[in-house]
Nanobody, 122 residues
Protein backbone atom coordinates (compact mmCIF):
# COMPACT_ATOMS: atom_id res chain seq x y z
CA UNK A 1 0.00 0.00 0.00
CA UNK A 2 1.29 3.43 -0.94
CA UNK A 3 -0.21 6.85 -0.33
CA UNK A 4 1.72 9.64 -2.01
CA UNK A 5 0.74 13.13 -0.86
CA UNK A 6 1.72 16.35 -2.56
CA UNK A 7 0.68 19.97 -2.88
CA UNK A 8 1.98 21.46 0.33
CA UNK A 9 3.86 24.73 0.44
CA UNK A 10 4.09 28.19 1.88
CA UNK A 11 1.05 30.44 1.63
CA UNK A 12 -0.10 33.65 3.27
CA UNK A 13 -3.05 33.72 5.61
CA UNK A 14 -6.27 33.87 3.63
CA UNK A 15 -4.75 31.97 0.73
CA UNK A 16 -5.55 28.56 -0.70
CA UNK A 17 -3.81 25.29 -1.41
CA UNK A 18 -4.95 21.97 -2.83
CA UNK A 19 -3.42 18.78 -1.54
CA UNK A 20 -3.47 15.57 -3.54
CA UNK A 21 -2.85 11.99 -2.52
CA UNK A 22 -2.43 9.19 -5.04
CA UNK A 23 -3.10 5.69 -3.75
CA UNK A 24 -1.79 2.37 -4.98
CA UNK A 25 -1.57 -1.20 -3.82
CA UNK A 26 -5.18 -1.64 -2.75
CA UNK A 27 -8.71 -1.34 -4.12
CA UNK A 28 -9.21 2.37 -3.67
CA UNK A 29 -12.97 2.32 -4.29
CA UNK A 30 -13.57 0.08 -1.28
CA UNK A 31 -11.70 2.15 1.29
CA UNK A 32 -12.39 5.25 3.27
CA UNK A 33 -9.76 7.90 2.64
CA UNK A 34 -8.89 10.89 4.75
CA UNK A 35 -6.51 13.63 5.76
CA UNK A 36 -4.81 14.10 9.11
CA UNK A 37 -2.34 16.73 10.25
CA UNK A 38 0.29 17.23 12.89
CA UNK A 39 1.41 20.67 13.94
CA UNK A 40 4.76 21.26 15.65
CA UNK A 41 4.58 20.15 19.26
CA UNK A 42 1.04 18.84 18.94
CA UNK A 43 -0.61 15.47 18.51
CA UNK A 44 -1.81 14.33 15.12
CA UNK A 45 -5.45 15.14 14.49
CA UNK A 46 -8.05 14.20 11.94
CA UNK A 47 -8.94 16.86 9.39
CA UNK A 48 -11.38 15.25 6.99
CA UNK A 49 -12.53 11.94 5.61
CA UNK A 50 -14.56 10.72 2.65
CA UNK A 51 -16.28 7.37 3.00
CA UNK A 52 -15.95 4.69 0.35
CA UNK A 53 -19.65 5.27 -0.43
CA UNK A 54 -18.60 8.60 -1.88
CA UNK A 55 -21.15 10.50 0.15
CA UNK A 56 -20.45 10.36 3.87
CA UNK A 57 -17.97 13.02 4.83
CA UNK A 58 -16.36 14.13 8.06
CA UNK A 59 -14.72 17.46 8.81
CA UNK A 60 -13.07 18.62 11.98
CA UNK A 61 -14.84 21.64 13.44
CA UNK A 62 -11.73 23.74 12.94
CA UNK A 63 -11.87 23.37 9.14
CA UNK A 64 -15.59 23.23 8.41
CA UNK A 65 -16.58 25.76 5.78
CA UNK A 66 -12.97 26.25 4.66
CA UNK A 67 -11.74 22.81 3.56
CA UNK A 68 -13.34 20.46 1.04
CA UNK A 69 -12.43 16.83 0.54
CA UNK A 70 -13.10 15.00 -2.70
CA UNK A 71 -12.10 11.72 -4.24
CA UNK A 72 -11.65 10.53 -7.81
CA UNK A 73 -11.90 6.77 -7.81
CA UNK A 74 -10.82 6.48 -11.43
CA UNK A 75 -7.57 8.28 -10.62
CA UNK A 76 -7.25 6.67 -7.16
CA UNK A 77 -6.74 10.13 -5.79
CA UNK A 78 -8.10 12.13 -2.88
CA UNK A 79 -7.93 15.90 -2.75
CA UNK A 80 -8.14 18.45 0.03
CA UNK A 81 -9.03 21.94 -1.12
CA UNK A 82 -8.02 24.36 1.62
CA UNK A 83 -9.34 27.90 1.45
CA UNK A 84 -9.02 30.87 3.80
CA UNK A 85 -5.97 29.29 5.39
CA UNK A 86 -4.95 30.41 8.86
CA UNK A 87 -1.57 30.26 10.61
CA UNK A 88 -3.01 27.57 12.89
CA UNK A 89 -3.44 25.34 9.84
CA UNK A 90 0.35 25.06 9.65
CA UNK A 91 1.19 21.36 9.93
CA UNK A 92 2.39 18.29 8.13
CA UNK A 93 -0.63 16.83 6.35
CA UNK A 94 -0.96 13.07 5.88
CA UNK A 95 -3.41 11.04 3.87
CA UNK A 96 -4.53 7.75 5.33
CA UNK A 97 -7.15 5.02 5.21
CA UNK A 98 -9.27 5.14 8.36
CA UNK A 99 -11.80 2.48 9.26
CA UNK A 100 -14.56 5.03 9.87
CA UNK A 101 -15.51 8.48 8.58
CA UNK A 102 -17.08 10.09 11.59
CA UNK A 103 -16.07 11.64 14.87
CA UNK A 104 -14.16 8.43 15.65
CA UNK A 105 -12.11 8.64 12.45
CA UNK A 106 -8.81 8.56 14.36
CA UNK A 107 -9.64 5.39 16.28
CA UNK A 108 -8.31 2.98 13.69
CA UNK A 109 -6.21 3.80 10.66
CA UNK A 110 -4.86 1.01 8.50
CA UNK A 111 -2.36 2.84 6.29
CA UNK A 112 -0.50 6.12 6.39
CA UNK A 113 1.18 8.05 3.64
CA UNK A 114 4.16 10.32 3.93
CA UNK A 115 3.33 13.89 4.82
CA UNK A 116 3.34 17.13 2.94
CA UNK A 117 4.16 20.34 4.78
CA UNK A 118 1.75 23.26 4.76
CA UNK A 119 3.01 26.52 6.19
CA UNK A 120 0.69 29.50 6.56
CA UNK A 121 2.31 32.82 7.30
CA UNK A 122 0.50 35.64 9.07
Amino acid sequence: VQLQASGGGLVQAGGSLRLSCIASGFTFNYRNIGWFRQAPGKEREAVSCRHSNGVTTYYADSVKGRFTISRDNAKKTVYLQMNNLKPEDTAVYYCATPRTCNVHVSARVDNWGQGTLVTVSS
